[in-house]
């Protein structure tokens, strides 16, 4: 029975996924037929909340489903000859951060969805903070634009708001990096969406495990990098597990009039003389925000001459191009322009400038 729902499947099933899959469904948009895990108890204990299959043979489970989406909480190192399948039976792909292990791979199902014409999109549920929101609103404004300095500075303590992270995330020698891939896309996402892509990064990555093997495996634990964007503005960015229990995720935009301080929650306008002229503070749920985002995205499937979808391929692709280069450069030790990745995908100018 057609029942006006997005038929939806879930590929990889953990904590953090099935509470995924009950925001997916609070929306009313969205219809779970089919759930698949390496673990078949797992997939079988999720199947049952929702009366539908579930596979452990990730190629039998995509075959045998037609779903119009499919949610992919498994990194695409063990899933994506899958995927691929999924998407050239015309499914759209919501996937969980990070998009791709690397810059290559993101570009490569990326541009297998559009020549499906379907949407490939990565979940980063923190655009619908509203702070966030308003900040992107604000830097919209003629105030906003008139400023040449921008600090953003993640800790990962209690109150980090947490991105909705693929379960391969554990696995970070495969997953392709530690926290600039796995933690903070959301972050950098946010930053190209509302300022632009940077022209250079040059980037610094270290390891403070004492374990000499781990370092090997699990990639950087701190990542700290300045950035060059269009017109005067310059950046940094610092992201550590070393900082303890820091503030949330901020982001500072300094302006010759205006001071912007950004959170999840709050946004905070101050003058030259570093005086509090406007300040605005929201409620924040997590939950909320992956439950817009799902809003998002359905409606951008269902109505797409009436709603237009928040996020979009190519900057998720801008922002694999952007943690791709600040990779390249700390391995260099030379700044590395991002957008020469996008343009070599794309063959074309890169429209984030």
Do not use: W
């Amino acid at each position: 029975m057609d029942t006006g729902k997005l038929k939806t499947t879930c590929l990889g099933v953990n904590a953090r996924t099935i509470g995924l899959l009950e925001s997916a469904c609070s929306t009313g948009l969205y219809e779970i037929v089919s759930v698949a895990d390496g673990n078949l108890a797992s997939a079988t204990r999720v199947s049952q909340i929702y009366n539908c299959t579930a596979f452990d043979d990730y190629r039998q489970f995509s075959l045998q489903n037609q779903p119009e989406v499919m949610i992919v909480a498994e990194p695409l190192n063990k899933c994506g000859d899958f995927v691929k399948t999924a998407i050239n039976k015309k499914c759209n792909i919501l996937k969980l951060i990070p998009t791709a292990p690397d810059f290559e791979l993101a570009s490569e199902f990326i541009n297998l969805a559009k020549k499906n014409k379907v949407k490939f999109v990565t979940a980063v549920p923190s655009r619908f903070a509203p702070g966030f929101e308003r900040l992107g609103d604000y830097l919209k404004t003629e105030a906003g634009r008139q400023f040449y300095f921008v600090n953003l500075c993640a800790s990962f303590g209690p109150d980090f708001f947490q991105p909705i992270a693929s379960y391969g995330q554990t696995e970070e020698k495969i997953s392709g990096g530690g926290v600039l891939l796995n933690n903070c896309f959301e972050l950098l996402s946010l930053l190209i969406e509302n300022l632009s892509l940077p022209q250079q990064i040059y980037a610094l990555v270290t390891n403070q495990s004492p374990d000499k093997k781990a370092k090997q495996y699990f990639a950087e634990d701190t990542v700290t990098a300045s950035m060059i964007f269009k017109e005067g503005l310059i950046g940094t960015f610092l992201a550590s597990r070393q900082t303890g229990n820091g503030s949330t995720a901020p982001v500072k935009v300094y302006g010759s009039k205006q001071n912007i301080v950004a959170t999840p929650n709050r946004l905070a306008i101050y003058d030259s003389a570093d005086n509090l002229v406007a300040e605005h503070k929201y409620p924040l749920r997590a939950e909320k925000c992956i439950f817009e985002m799902f809003i998002d995205f359905g409606r951008a499937l269902l109505e797409p001459e009436k709603y237009k979808l928040r996020n979009s391929a190519r900057l998720d692709l801008a922002t694999m191009a952007l943690i791709e280069a600040a990779y390249l450069s700390a391995k260099t030790g030379m700044p590395e322009s991002p957008a020469r990745f996008f343009e070599i995908s794309e063959k074309e100018k890169f429209p984030f400038v």
